[in-house]
């Protein structure tokens, strides 16, 4: 059974740096083919792609945030990290992870999402 | 603003046919680029319902299905039932300036 679940602080103060954890299972990210997501989505709000990293680490950023977002992993514990820097309120968000598989382009698990709150 | 255009709600009666626009251009729709549907239940994670245009994962009722055309796609509800009752959005990959993977703006389903 395939399983993400994303890790982080609930609460981030505005200009601080936000690092996010997705502790995955049943798969492997050694795999070819095989890549992990980070998708937002602000409270009443659509959905916001962010970022992915591959398994042969090539990595993509959404342009508008490329300057503040860093994805890594680590594939002997099955985590993916995303860093925000400069966070600002409306970086408040429920955070997921997701992934896509193959030559596909559509995430077909998710996590559960983590919320975090940009506030002082 | 989505680049992907899905009107904000739509509503029909258990038992109804509903359908679910979702608009693009020529570099993400028009492009040929495939069109994916998820299904939000609040306070839930997406969910994939339909992936490439109008296959349905495993699991979901074939009361769900998918078109695409020109620079448009849409999801069809038939037989509506209460449990439908949720968030839809579509996503597709765009080929011009901004983020790779794009949803729409996300389409609020209510059943009567």
């Known amino acids: 059974q395939v399983t993400l679940k994303e890790s982080g602080p609930a609460l981030v103060k505005p200009t601080q740096t936000l690092t996010l954890t997705c502790t995955f299972s049943g798969f492997s990210l050694n795999i070819n083919g095989m890549r992990v997501s980070w998708i937002r989505q602000p409270p009443g709000k659509a959905l916001e792609w962010l970022a992915r990293i591959d398994w042969d680490d090539d990595k993509f950023y959404n342009r508008s945030l490329k300057t503040r977002l860093t994805i890594s992993k680590d594939t002997s514990k099955n985590r993916v990290m995303l860093t925000m820097t400069d966070l600002d309120p409306v970086d408040t968000a429920t955070y997921y992870c997701?992934?896509?598989?193959?030559?596909?382009?559509?995430?077909?698990?998710w996590g559960k999402g983590t919320t975090v709150t940009v506030s002082s | 603003q989505s680049v992907l255009t899905q009107p904000p709600s739509v509503s029909g009666a258990p038992g109804q046919r509903v359908t679910i626009s979702c608009t693009g251009s020529?570099?993400?729709?028009?492009?040929?680029?495939?069109v994916h549907w998820y299904q939000q239940v609040p306070g839930t994670a997406p969910k994939l319902l339909i992936y490439e245009n109008n296959n349905r994962p495993s699991g979901v009722p074939d009361r769900f299905s998918g078109s695409k055309s020109g620079t448009s796609a849409s999801l069809a509800i038939t037989g509506l039932q209460a449990e439908d009752e949720a968030d839809y959005y579509c996503?597709?990959?765009?080929?011009?300036?901004?983020?790779?993977?794009?949803f729409g703006g996300g389409t609020k389903l209510t059943v009567l």
């Open positions: 996503q597709s990959y765009d080929s011009s300036l901004g983020g790779f993977w794009v």
């Open positions: 020529s570099s993400n729709i028009g492009a040929g680029y495939d």
């Open positions: 997701a992934r896509t598989q193959g030559g596909n382009f559509y995430y077909d698990v």
